[in-house]
């Protein structure tokens, strides 16, 4: 089963976000994204081959958008 499956690298490096070899489908669907302190996770499935999966996500940095504010 598991040799369909793209190696993360690949899956990564790809632009159409599909992790099945058999499938190649584009029609996917993410849910909402939850984050658990420095990574993130978002279940998505495929609606051609069924396949589910979970992306996983790692905090990279941040960036200021507001200063604060003087007292
Ligand atoms: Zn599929």
Request: charged letters at 20%; a negative charge; proline letters at 4%.
């Amino acid at each position: 089963m598991s040799t369909n499956f793209l190696t993360h690298s690949a899956y990564i490096n790809q632009p159409n976000h599909y992790p099945n070899k058999a499938c190649r489908s584009t029609d996917i669907d993410g849910e909402s994204i939850s984050v658990e302190g420095a990574y993130a996770v978002q279940d998505v499935s495929c609606n051609e081959c069924g396949t589910q999966w979970k992306d996983t996500f790692k905090l990279t940095g941040f960036v200021v958008t507001e200063l604060p504010s003087e007292t």
